[in-house]
């Protein structure tokens, strides 16, 4: 029952260390919407996660 629950726990991280990644996948033609994750811009300034055009 412990290793069960070790196993479960491991992948509760996994999937959401997964969803904080901010992976982004781009089709290989024309353009696409992506979204940016949120980055700190000098000085001290934190920009927002937003969708731009590739």
Known sequence: ???CS???LAAALIGGL???AGCVV???H???RVWVPG???RPHV???G???YR
């Open 1 to 3: 029952m412990l290793r």
């Open 6 to 8: 070790r196993l479960l």
């Open 18 to 20: 997964g969803s904080l």
């Open 26 to 28: 781009v089709p290989a």
């Open 30 to 32: 024309g353009h696409a």
């Open 39 to 41: 980055y700190w811009a």
């Open 46 to 48: 934190w920009v927002e």
């Open 50 to 52: 937003h969708w731009r």
